[in-house]
C-alpha cells in the first residue's frame, strides 16, 4: 500500500501547481488541481463480501487502483490524462464499480479477468446502479435478517441499511432501499420504480476507460482480453431493455458471432454423429429382451465409447448415461432434446433472419428445392407482408430445419403453442437416414476431411 506522502506535480503548460496529499497509509486522498479545486478521496469503502477495499485481502485492487489513478493524474497515459478533481472522482467511482462488482463473481484478481466477465459487467450497467451491484437482492436480505434479529426496520436509517448490506453511499439506492423496507413491511412486493434515469453511453464509456486503466497497468503488453473494454459501450447499450425500445434488441456482437459459430459447428459435424449413435441405441435397444443384463450394458457403453471418440474435440465433454455424473460429462438425454434441437433453431434464426415467433410458424416441409435449383425456405413473415413468404436459403438452414422435423419439433401447424422448439421431447421410432448423414458409410466424418 502507497505510505504517507504528498506528491508535488509542476504544470508547466499553466504554471500552477496540482497536489495529492496522502494519509492514513492510502486511505485518504487529498487533491488539488490547477484550477485550485480540491476533493477527498476516501478509499476505504465496502466489498460485498464485508471487507473493506483498503483491508489486507484487497491490497491487491487497491494497488491496482491508486497506482492507476496516479498515472493518469501525473500525464504518463497520455490518452487518459486527467487533469481536473471532477474528472478523478468519476474515475474513482468507475474503478471501484468494477472492483466491487469482480469480488462479487468471485474474481479476487485482476488477472483472472476474461472477455465474458466485461461483457456481463457492461450488460449489469446498462441496466443501472441497482443491477450493476446487485444492490436489491442485498438490500432485501439485510432487511430480512435484521428483522429477524427484531430490529425495527422501519426506524433504521439509510445509511445503516447499505452498512449492513456492504454497499457504499450512494443517494440513487435511497428510493431502492424505501421500496424493499416497504415491501417487507407490508408483506408484499411494490412496484419497481426506475429512479436512475437512462444509463448514458458516455457512463458506460467512462467505465470503459477505468477497466482500461486497470488492465494496462496490471497486465502491461498482454492482449488476453481480445477487445479494448471502451469499445463495448454500443454493444452494451444494445442490450437494454427500456420502456419504449426501438428496433429489435440485439446481444453483444462477439458472443453472437461465438454462439452463431457453434450452432453452425452443432449442425454440420456432430449432429450426423448423433443421428447415427441414436439410431444405433435404438437398434440395440430392440435386442435387450434377448440380452443378457450385463451384455446389454457392455454394448451399449460399448456405443457410448465409439461416439465419445468420434466427437472428441467437438464437445465441451464427454457424453454420459450417469444423471449424476460430476465430471463434467454431458448426459445423452440433454444432448438429444436440449442442445441439438437448439444448435438447429440457432441457425435457422441467425441464418434466415427470421424473428422468434417466425420460426415458430414453420411446418413441416418448410424447405424446398435441390442443390441445382436451389432452396427456399417458407414461413409466416411478420410485420410487412403479414403473410407466408417463401425466401431463399442456404444448405445449412435446411438441414437444421430438418433437424428440428426430426425431432418433432415442426408440426403441420408449426411449433406447439407456448412450447419452446429446443425444449420438445425426443421422438420415439427411427425415421429414414439421409443419405447426407450416413457418414459412417461415406467413411468420412463430417467437418474432418
Known amino acids: 500500500m502507497i505510505p504517507d506522502k504528498s506528491i508535488n506535480i509542476v504544470d508547466l503548460r499553466i504554471n500552477y501547481k496540482t497536489n495529492i496529499e496522502i494519509f492514513e497509509g ?3 486522498w487529498k487533491v488539488v488541481d490547477s484550477s485550485g479545486d480540491e ?6 469503502r465496502p466489498m460485498p463480501d464485508g471487507t473493506r477495499l483498503t483491508s ?5 485492487f487497491l494497488d491496482a487502483m491508486q497506482s492507476s489513478l496516479s498515472s493518469a493524474w501525473e500525464g504518463e497515459d497520455r490518452q487518459h490524462s486527467v487533469t481536473s478533481v471532477d474528472s478523478l ?12 462488482w469482480l469480488v462479487d463473481h468471485g474474481r479476487h484478481r485482476l488477472e483472472d479477468v476474461q472477455i465474458w466477465d466485461i461483457e456481463a459487467y457492461f450488460s449489469d450497467c446498462a441496466q443501472g446502479t441497482v443491477a450493476a451491484f446487485g444492490a436489491r437482492e442485498k438490500i432485501r436480505k439485510s432487511l430480512r435478517r435484521l428483522k429477524d434479529c427484531g430490529v425495527n426496520i422501519a426506524e433504521i436509517r439509510f445509511s445503516d441499511v447499505l452498512g449492513e448490506s456492504h454497499l457504499y453511499f450512494n443517494r440513487w439506492l435511497k428510493g431502492v432501499v424505501d421500496e424493499v423496507r416497504d415491501e417487507i413491511l407490508n408483506g408484499g412486493a411494490t412496484e419497481v420504480r426506475s429512479r436512475n434515469g437512462n444509463v448514458s453511453e458516455s457512463s458506460l464509456f467512462g467505465k470503459g476507460v477505468a477497466i482500461t486503466l486497470l488492465h494496462r497497468l496490471c497486465l502491461p503488453g498482454q492482449t488476453r482480453l481480445g477487445f479494448d473494454p471502451e469499445e463495448y459501450v454500443a454493444d452494451a447499450l444494445s442490450t437494454k431493455e427500456t420502456a419504449t425500445p426501438i428496433g429489435t434488441r440485439l446481444i453483444p456482437m462477439e458472443a453472437a458471432m461465438r454462439l452463431m459459430d457453434q450452432a453452425a459447428r452443432w449442425i454440420i459435424s456432430v449432429a450426423p454423429v448423433l443421428l447415427d449413435f441414436r439410431g444405433r441405441l435404438i437398434d440395440l435397444y430392440k435386442l435387450k429382451e434377448s440380452l443378457s443384463r450385463e451384455e446389454y450394458a457392455r454394448r451399449r457403453h460399448a456405443l457410448l465409447e465409439m461416439v465419445n471418440a468420434d466427437l472428441e474435440g467437438l464437445l465441451p465433454g464427454p457424453l454420459t448415461f450417469d444423471k449424476r455424473s460430476k465430471s463434467g460429462g454431458l448426459h445423452v438425454r440433454s444432448v438429444f432434446v436440449r442442445m441439438l434441437p437448439a444448435a438447429s433453431y440457432t441457425c435457422v434464426g441467425t441464418l434466415s433472419g427470421r424473428r422468434d415467433k417466425e420460426i415458430k410458424s414453420l411446418r413441416r416441409g418448410a424447405c424446398s428445392g435441390t442443390e441445382a435449383s436451389g432452396y ?12 407466408d413468404q417463401r425466401t431463399p436459403c442456404s444448405r445449412l438452414i435446411v438441414d437444421a430445419v430438418a433437424l428440428l422435423e426430426e425431432y418433432g419439433s415442426l408440426g403441420t401447424d408449426g411449433c406447439e403453442r407456448g412450447k419452446p ?14 443419405a447426407s448423414r450416413d457418414w459412417r458409410k461415406a467413411g468420412a466424418r463430417p467437418g474432418k476431411e
Open 26 to 28: 492510502g486511505k485518504i
Open 39 to 44: 476533493t477527498k478521496i476516501h478509499f476505504d
Open 56 to 60: 489486507n485481502n484487497n491490497s491487491h
Open 89 to 100: 472522482r468519476k474515475l474513482v467511482a468507475n474503478q471501484y464499480g468494477w472492483i466491487y
Open 376 to 387: 427456399w425456405l417458407e414461413s409466416y413473415i411478420g410485420k410487412n407482408p403479414q403473410a
Open 421 to 434: 422448439a429446443v425444449m420438445l421431447r425426443l421422438r420415439r421410432g427411427r425415421g429414414p437416414p439421409s
